[in-house]
Each structure stands twice: as C-alpha cells, then as structure tokens.
C-alpha cells in the first residue's frame, strides 16, 4: 500500500528486503513498516501527521552514530538527509539556521567561508546536527559545555503536523528541548550560537599512567581542550586509529601509556615535542575512527574523575585482560538542559567499548556499576543500563521533563520501546 502526502511525499509499505535498518556499527537494527525521506519542512509535517493519523510511531534515524536503540521503530522510520544547509546566518549576533539533517562537517564548511567557527565540537563530525546535539554530544573542555548548550533555537514538529517553535522567548522548553532524544517532536531546523572564527594549536604525546594523572588537574585549568586515551597494551592504540606518537615517547614502555592530548587558541608559542598541528578549529577537533567498537560513555562528576579512572583502569587490568580498546577521558562543564548528563555538574566523560563480535556484556556491566556508584550519567546515544527508576533517581528534572512529553505528545508517536523504558 502506498499513501502520499498533500505535498507529494509518500510513505510506503515495503518488503522485508527494503524494511531493514541498522546503525553505523550494526550494533542496532529494526524492521521498519514504513519509511521516507521529505524534502520540506511541509512535507515532514504532513508525513508525520498522516503516520500519527494512522496510530503509527514516528522516529527519526539521523545519521544513525547512536549505540544505543534510540532511533529504532516498527512505524514510520524518517531520515532527514534531503532536508540540509544553512538556512540563515545572522552575524551581528553570530548565529546560524540550519536545517535539521545538516551534518556537523557541512555545517562547519560553510561556517569556515562566513568567518565563524562552532564554540566546541566532538571527535566525530558525520552526524546530523539534530541527532548529535539533542544526544547530549560533547567535546572536551573543562569550561565547555555539552554541544546543545549552544541551542537558541529550533522548530519541533508536533503529532498533528503543526510546528511549535521553541527559543529563548520560551526557556523552560528550550532547556528542556536541548537534549530531548526526539521525543518531544522531529526537529526541522536549528538556531546555534557561534564565535568568531578561530584556529586551534593541537599538541599530542605519549606519557604513562601515572603521569597522566599527576599532570590531570593542572593540563585541564592550562589548556582550552584537554582529554586522553588511556591504552593498558601496544595494540590497544590501534583500535581508534590514535595518531601515531611513539618516536616521541619519553618513557619508553610499550604499554600501560596514554596519549595526551591539549588544544588551544592558536599563538606564537612553540610546541614541546610531539605531534604537532595548527588549523581551523573544525579541521583539528574530528578523529578518523573505524566503526569497530560499541561505546558505553558515563559522565562522572568531575571531583571523582580520577578516582573513576583508576578504578576502571584496575578492573580491566585485573579482570579483564582482554579488553584491549583504549579508555577515553574527557572534561564538560556542566549544563542547564533538563536531560543533559551535565546537568549542572562539571563532569569528565569516562568511555570504554567493546568488540563487536565479542561477548563484552560483563565487562560493560561491571564499569557500569563501578562509575554508577559515583553520581554518573550516562550519554544517552551510548550504550548503557539505565531504567526508568535510574532516571528519576539521577536526572533531577526527569519528572518535569516527563510531564511536558506527555503533554507534546500524549499518545507517545515518538517514543519507542526503548525511550518508553525511560520517558513514559
């Protein structure tokens, strides 16, 4: 059966073979009833409302970066990727429009050209700026906040195929809307705050454990960007693609090393020996990875960061010996939005994987419960063990945020077994 729009656009039941969705790992999939990809805002509206019409739910798919089944659905499956660019750019305030399927590397192109540059980013930059952001996507940083921090602005498509626009003349559902998961309604576009263009001077090198943790609190006040990954053996630094520092190691050891990392506004200063690089800020923030791991990521109030660390670091060379992936360890300020890890809490971010193909369950539950028994919150496009009475418990506006959902969208369109967990 085919059913078209108003506007032209038409959602299609298909067969098994077309239905079939996963993730950019494969760690994820579903089977879709129904699936398409408007080219307008009108057009996204009027799919949603006929899907919603027909008791259907609604999600949509992004990029598809999220570990976790927070784009999966039996209905109507959408993807953005014909609704992209840069709508408007205001530069007295140096804001940017952009429609809601603009991945972040488009994005930042254009930025680039006007003289802008994005206030923080993540190590990756393939997403669509509405699912990355309203995950809860970070950089690094100890005075910078989650990504959707910069959020002013944006416009959600409600069950019925009207549009509720959200901005600072509305606060309390613009904090709330920031990082939302999409159960508030489907995001056509978004208002982001920028600066001033700027280079980033980046400085990598490797040091062992426990001069990283010596120098911790010192490189995080010093530098604009300080992060690290922790890898316990040599190969470990082959599984994120990590630059490849090892002439200029200062220790010597083949193992238990971490590479360092720190990124400032560019200056005249000399670098200190290592891998070295100047450039635009979005040329220097993304890492080339390979889609070869599944990432549980926590963010742990920040006065316990170190502590975290060293109690993963003890589990995995003691318990767990076959967990090679490298450990990567972040600083985030903390935030306003209501469902942000960083809800105000100045944080550093704790991430391990493991294999695909792999039996990692254990493993993953185990740091779970050690970074859990220190106030952690976990990112919400990462896997994690979190149910509803977890969220309540560590999400202090959890409630408020429930309420509001309910009241967007009381039949629960957007909402699929996995939000329904958390959010019902």
Not at 28 to 47: G, I, K, W
Not at 213 to 224: Q, S
Request: hydrophobic residues 40%; charged residues 25%.
């Amino acid at each position: 059966m085919t059913h078209t729009s108003s506007h032209g656009m038409t959602v299609n039941d298909f067969g098994l073979d077309h239905a079939h969705w996963r993730n950019w790992v494969g760690n994820q999939s579903c089977v879709r009833a129904a699936r398409a990809a408007p080219t307008s805002e009108d057009e996204l509206c009027a799919l949603i409302a006929e899907a919603a019409g027909k008791g259907m739910n609604v999600r949509v798919a992004g990029s598809g970066h999220s570990f976790t089944p927070v784009a999966l659905t039996s209905g109507l499956h959408l993807t953005l990727a014909n609704m992209k660019g840069v709508k408007h750019i205001d530069h007295d305030k140096r804001r940017v429009t952009a429609a809601a399927g603009t991945t972040i590397n488009e994005l930042v192109k254009v930025l680039k050209a006007e003289g802008l540059s994005m206030i923080n980013q993540g190590d990756i930059d393939s997403q669509a700026l509405a699912g990355a952001l309203t995950t809860g996507t970070h950089g690094t940083g100890a005075r910078l906040p989650v990504l959707a921090d910069a959020i002013v602005g944006m416009k959600l498509v409600q069950p019925d195929g009207s549009i509720l626009t959200v901005d600072e003349s509305t606060p309390d559902l613009l904090l709330a809307s920031r990082v939302s998961l999409g159960v508030l309604g489907a995001i056509s576009e978004m208002t982001l705050q920028l600066r001033d263009s700027y280079n980033l001077r980046e400085r990598i090198w490797r040091e062992d454990f426990e001069a990283a943790m010596d120098m911790h609190d010192e490189l995080a006040e010093k530098h604009r960007h300080f992060s690290f990954f922790w890898c316990p053996y040599e190969e470990s630094r082959h599984c994120y693609c990590l630059p490849d520092t090892s002439a200029t190691s200062k220790t010597g050891r083949t193992t238990d090393v971490c590479e360092m990392k720190v990124m400032d506004i560019s200056d005249d200063q000399p670098f200190e020996a290592g891998f070295e690089k100047v450039a635009y800020s979005s040329d220097v923030y993304p890492i080339e990875y390979i889609a070869n791991f599944h990432e549980l990521e926590y963010a742990v109030p920040r006065q316990h960061g170190k502590d975290a660390m060293r109690a993963v670091r003890r589990l995995m060379l003691e318990s767990f010996p076959e967990a090679i992936y490298p450990v990567e360890y972040r600083f985030t300020a903390g935030d306003k939005a209501w469902m942000s890890p960083f809800y105000q809490q100045d944080s550093v971010t704790v991430s391990v994987s493991g294999e695909p193909g792999k039996d990692y369950w254990d493993y993953l539950r185990a740091v779970d419960r050690i970074l859990r028994d220190y106030g952690a919150r976990p990112h919400w496009g990462k896997m994690h063990f979190l149910t509803g009475e977890d969220v309540t418990e560590i999400y202090p506006r959890a409630n408020e945020f429930r309420a509001l959902r309910r009241k967007l969208d009381p039949q629960g369109i957007y909402l699929n077994d996995h939000l329904s967990q958390l959010f019902r």
